[in-house]
């Protein structure tokens, strides 16, 4: 039985709270099963705030259970699809800080060509439209535009 909805798998089994250890955060790979567009990003387990009325910041648990992405397009998919069986949650990597975390993230946005690979019928593979908020898919991918025009 899992402990939450539609839960991310990591190595091909179930991750729960119990595996999360040590790590700050993870890579992870969400799939929409119906499209097969996918979403590059990355999460941390614990959330760093500061209480009203409270000089220092406590740690929590963040949300990464419930979590599926900070990107408009994905969220908008989710919510016209209505259920979240179709989105597959995969873990990519483990992180024991948040720099190796940031890193890793970015390492397989360009890895995986997320501003330039499309699927067979032209639509963009990956929901993610930039990299750092510096590289952006309109200026990258080749979507839509006449390819060899030197641009």
Known sequence: MNSYENPWTYMERTFDSSDVGDYFGFVYCITN???E??????KYFWSF????GKKRKV???????KYYGSCPELKEDIKEINNKIFFR???LS???SKGDCNFEE???LFLNNVLSESLDNGTPAYYN???LGRYMRKDYGNFGKNSGDGS
């Open 49 to 52: 705030r500061t209480p009203k």
């Open 106 to 108: 970015t390492k397989q």
């Open 89 to 91: 949650r995969e873990i």
């Open 59 to 65: 740690k929590q648990e963040s949300d990464w259970k």
């Open 129 to 131: 439209s930039n990299i």
């Open 94 to 96: 483990l992180h024991k």
């Open 33 to 35: 099963l119906i499209n």
């Open 37 to 42: 567009r996918q979403y590059i990003g990355r």
